[in-house]
């Protein structure tokens, strides 16, 4: 077949031809031009001449039946037209493959046999014809009245790689230069699967079979072609050589229409640079984002602490993929004498400056926490600080502390999630109590609350991204969250997966999650050995320090201590209580704590100015106990009771066995 005689529309083509029509009079020579010569009964149909298959008018209107016109020959007659016959008019443009009408019997020179076709089969027309009583249709001068020879020169001289394919085979009808350089000329005739190896690695070829059976276009993007056949030649701008790099293309196969037959027009855009652009950014994103999170993680705690009455246990994952992370953050602050905080907080919004927030907030909360202050004071100072941050940088907060003295949970809430316990019975607790409006808001008096935390109990805090979801209520979320609480069990890191999985909180999750879990474990066998109490009131006078010191020495010879840690625990608590005997008020209790790791005095009266550690001058009498405590003891600090009154206490580690 011919691919010349094809009807090539390519869709999305302006249906313009004056340039088209104007490009082909300029190829005819003006001298060679004959005078238009058409008899006045052309018009009328009793013209004598055959009609012909050339339609294709000048472009200034006169007939283009010039000598040089393509399918004419040299001396006016048409091609294959025998010599004497009539020259046929070159308005009539005809059906493809129309033969000549029978010549009229009064012209002297009709030839007895059918006229030739008028136009060689390859220079043929597939484009509008005129309409049987030779009237030109309306887009005589569109698209259509170009040739197949036409189109494909357009063709050929587009940057982007262009092949037209026909048939069920897809056999080669033509290659455009573009193409030949990036993947080397093609021979015309040959079948797609063998000739055109670099569509079966692509895998265009079941498209192709597709667009031809649907007469649909389809597109596939940025298909990568292997270094070698990109057409890249490896130098650069000045001249040196570079590694080839892969090519990118965005292939389109459409379909289009002949005659007899039918193919598909694969065009290919080099889509490269947009490939590795975007590559770019990608890479650059995700460098942000590793640069973020290491940012987060590095203001988060790198290791826990393990207070001696609890297993803690936290994670920390940020959401999704972007290079923006949260403010998420949590922490845990051993405050001495057995007590520990606890708190979990998240700053509103996204990036470096929520995280710089996040690490400005926890250091202050530590800051804070070594005051010893109840909760609520903490929330108070951490919300004017906030303010002072950051007055468009909201963040809600959970601090919260537990005392194994009494077995509860002191906490208060800056418009954070409930903190979740689970009692030794499976039954969750919500502490939804003392709960205030975010820090950094202001104008609010936070308060503080209590929830039961007993040996066997266990405690979750969170954050939003765990059980926040855009197509269902955040009640929805933390009731889900508390269904899944009530059967983990485990260890907290145990626990901490388990709820995650639960949750559905994978690496593709589009929020930060910080979770921290921790157990109120109940001590049994050799293990409750290593954790006592023991205590005294006092109710004040001359006896009140040999019964304290008496006290002491019996409770630490009990638990077997070595003699220098037995003496010097009698000494620090003689001196507390002196110093409570003499600054404070009744009532007034000494308390002695052993864990597996430190001893522990306490005493507590009802007076709550706290003591300072002060150089005393040689001619003092007093204001040396402190100081004698502060130097033999590990630790030591004082707070204010919540009833009033305040505790003064002292540690001394244990040795290591």
């Known amino acids: 077949m011919n691919f010349t005689r094809w009807s090539a529309r390519l869709p999305g083509t302006q249906r313009r031809t004056a340039a088209a029509q104007a490009a082909i009079k300029a190829r005819q020579p003006a001298s060679e031009a004959p005078e238009a010569t ?10 004598s ?11 200034d209107g006169t007939d283009g039946d010039s000598p040089d016109a393509p399918g004419r020959a040299p001396d006016g007659a048409p091609d294959g037209t025998p010599e004497g016959a009539p020259v046929p008019n070159a308005r009539t443009g005809g059906t493809e493959g129309t033969k000549a009408a029978p010549a009229s019997p009064e012209s002297p020179s009709a030839s007895p046999e059918p006229a030739a076709p008028a136009v060689a089969p390859d220079a043929l027309h597939d484009g509008p014809h005129d309409a049987p009583d030779g009237t030109p249709p309306e887009d005589a001068h569109g698209l259509g009245a170009l040739s197949a020879r036409d189109l494909l020169g357009l063709l ?5 790689l262009a092949a037209v394919v026909h048939g069920p085979d897809h056999r080669i009808a033509f290659v455009n230069e573009a193409y030949a350089s990036v993947f080397g000329p093609r021979p015309s005739g040959a079948a797609a699967r063998d000739a055109l190896p670099e569509l079966v690695e692509l895998g265009l070829l079941p498209l192709m079979d597709q667009v031809l059976r649907s007469g649909k276009p389809r597109t596939v993007k940025s298909r990568r072609v292997p270094r070698g ?3 890249i030649d490896g130098k650069r701008g000045d001249g040196k050589k570079v590694a080839p790099r892969d090519g990118y ?17 694969v065009f290919a855009a080099d889509v490269t640079d947009q490939v590795e652009a975007a590559e770019r950014l990608r890479t650059s994103e995700r460098r942000q984002r590793e640069a973020a999170v290491t940012l987060q993680r590095s203001l988060l705690p790198q290791e826990l602490e393990q207070p001696d009455d609890l297993r803690v246990a936290a994670t ?6 972007e290079a923006a992370v949260g403010g998420d953050w ?3 602050i051993t405050l001495g004498a057995g007590r520990t905080a606890l708190v979990i907080g998240d700053v509103m919004g996204r990036g470096v400056r929520a995280a710089a927030v996040m690490g400005q907030l926890r250091t202050a909360v530590r800051a804070y926490a070594r005051l010893d202050l109840p909760p609520h004071e903490v929330l108070q100072l951490l919300d004017g600080l906030a303010a002072e941050i950051d007055a468009n940088q909201i963040a809600t907060c959970v601090y919260a502390v537990h005392d194994p003295n009494e077995g509860r949970l002191s906490y208060a809430s800056a418009g954070h999630l ?3 316990v689970r009692d030794e019975e499976g039954t969750v607790h919500r502490a939804t109590d003392h709960t205030g409006p975010p820090l950094g808001t202001g104008g609010w008096l936070h308060t503080t609350g209590t929830i039961a935390l007993q040996p066997g109990s266990t405690a979750v805090l969170y954050t939003d991204g765990l059980v926040e979801r855009r197509e269902s209520d955040i009640e929805e979320g933390v009731a889900a969250l508390e269904h899944a609480f009530a059967g983990a069990t485990g260890s907290p890191e145990i626990i901490c997966d388990r709820l995650l999985r639960a949750l559905g909180i994978t690496a593709e999750h589009d929020d930060d999650v910080a979770l921290l879990v921790l157990q109120h474990p109940v001590r049994t066998g050799a293990d409750a050995e290593l954790f006592h109490n023991a205590a005294l009131d006092l109710l004040g006078g001359t006896e009140a320090a040999p019964r304290a010191r008496a006290f002491a020495s019996g409770v630490l010879a009990s638990w077997r201590f070595p003699t220098e840690l037995h003496d010097l625990g009698v000494l620090a608590a003689s001196e507390l209580v002196a110093n409570s005997l003499q600054h404070g008020t009744p009532p007034m209790r000494l308390r002695l704590r052993r864990t597996n790791r430190r001893l522990i005095v306490e005493v507590t009266d009802g007076d709550d100015h706290l003591p300072r550690r002060r150089r005393a001058e040689p001619v003092d009498e007093t204001g040396r106990g402190i100081s004698i405590v502060a130097t033999i003891a590990s630790a030591w600090g004082s707070r204010r009771t919540p009833g009033g009154g305040k505790a003064v206490w002292c540690e001394f580690a244990l040795p290591k066995r």
């Open 330 to 332: 949590y922490d845990v």
């Open 418 to 420: 409930p903190i979740l």
């Open 38 to 47: 058409e008899p006045a009964d052309a018009r009328t149909g009793s013209s």
């Open 249 to 265: 293309y965005t292939f389109t196969c459409t379909p289009v229409t002949a005659a007899s037959d039918s193919g598909v027009l």
């Open 156 to 160: 050929g001289q587009v940057p982007a």
């Open 49 to 59: 001449t055959a009609d012909t298959q050339d339609g294709t008018d000048g472009a």
């Open 316 to 321: 920390y994952q940020p959401g999704g993929t």
């Open 229 to 231: 056949h990109d057409g």
